[in-house]
């Protein structure tokens, strides 16, 4: 079994005629010379180069751009990145690829099979390791990549009037059960200073209340401040997207398939420091017209949580787990 550098150049060379001289997230082009190898997934153990299923091709562009972000944060930010990465690191461990699966959907069929069809020519490949004098990292480097910006993510979702609450947030394309479909992102801010600046006092209702969402035990992100479409969701008491924290961040995946044009929906679930009595729960209202509303945007922590949302919550955060242990 080969170590080190020889590891680093065979790993290299298997990946450059499997795929081609292409970077596995940004899908381009490049001299082979200039791709070099990245870590999907933070490495593991000192032979880390030997483990083919967790390095792909990268340029130089992507490499500083991903620099140490955790996997889902640098993969969720860009769905065009995780197709990407879907296509060109086929080889890819099972846990890697489960979480791309469902966020590529099947376009990428078409382009997998074109591939398997045929197969690009690998480029002759420049000696193992760039040396100084042709660097891409160096910016005069011929071999340097252009500066791109980065594209847009395709979005999933529509905001518009909703029947049941002002306006909802519906979903544009049909998305796929466990997929991260939103980030909901705001300040981030303590409980304390949520519930200095929306007090839950007695005879005020849910309006404002409803843009804070708890992060962990210590923090809230505050919608009203930097917050995205993902404010707009509307409460159901029969969801299809759950909150799920992934590190610093709060997200919202599907809890299982959700087609073009329903109305996406999570459980509130707010809880208040006081007894969730009938008139505190008379005071957040639901009507989400689900045949198992329970009639209020309350729930107690200890509440048992539906088994299909249970179940995403489960192979959610298994998948997170086991993709940002390092
Ligand atoms: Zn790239
Ligand atoms: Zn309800």
Redesign the pocket.
């Known amino acids: 079994m080969p170590t080190g550098r020889a590891a680093y150049a065979d790993t290299r060379v298997w990946l450059l005629k499997e795929y081609g001289p292409i ?1 596995a ?4 082009t490049f001299p082979a010379k200039v791709l070099t190898l990245d870590h999907v997934t933070p490495r593991r153990g000192r032979s880390a180069y030997d483990r083919r299923d967790n390095l792909v091709l ?2 130089a ?2 490499n500083g751009r991903k620099a140490d972000k955790p996997f889902l944060t640098w993969i969720l930010a860009n769905k065009v990145r995780a197709r990407h990465l879907y296509v060109y690191g086929q080889h890819l461990s099972v846990g890697i690829l489960d979480i791309l699966r469902p966020m590529v959907g099947t376009e990428v069929d078409h382009l997998l099979e074109r591939r398997r069809r045929a197969p690009v020519e690998p480029r002759p490949v420049y000696g193992g390791l760039a040396d100084d004098e042709d660097s891409p990292y160096l910016e005069d480097s011929p071999y340097a ?1 252009p500066r791109r910006a980065e594209p847009e993510p395709p979005v999933a979702y529509v905001q518009r009037a909703s029947p049941r609450h002002g306006d909802g947030v519906f979903a544009a394309v049909p998305i796929a059960a466990y997929s991260p479909v939103i980030e909901y992102t705001g300040e981030l801010i303590t409980h304390a200073e949520a519930e200095a600046r929306y007090p839950t006092v007695p005879g005020a209702g849910a309006a404002e209340h409803t843009f804070v969402l708890q992060l962990d035990e210590e923090r809230a992100i505050d919608a009203n401040v930097g917050g995205n479409a993902a404010r707009f969701i509307n409460h159901s008491c029969a969801p299809n997207l759950e909150p799920i924290r992934v590190g610093d961040a709060m997200w919202l995946f599907a809890v299982r398939d959700i087609a073009a044009g329903e109305e996406l929906g999570y459980d509130y679930a707010i809880e208040l420091d006081e007894r969730h009595t009938p008139a505190a729960k008379r005071r957040f209202p639901c009507a989400c017209g689900a045949t198992t509303c329970r009639g209020t945007l309350l729930r107690s922590k200890g509440a048992r949580l539906s088994p299909e949302v249970a179940e995403a919550r489960r192979v959610v955060e298994a998948r997170i787990a086991a993709l940002d242990e390092g």
């Open positions: 970077c997230y940004c899908g381009e990268s340029c562009d992507c990549p």
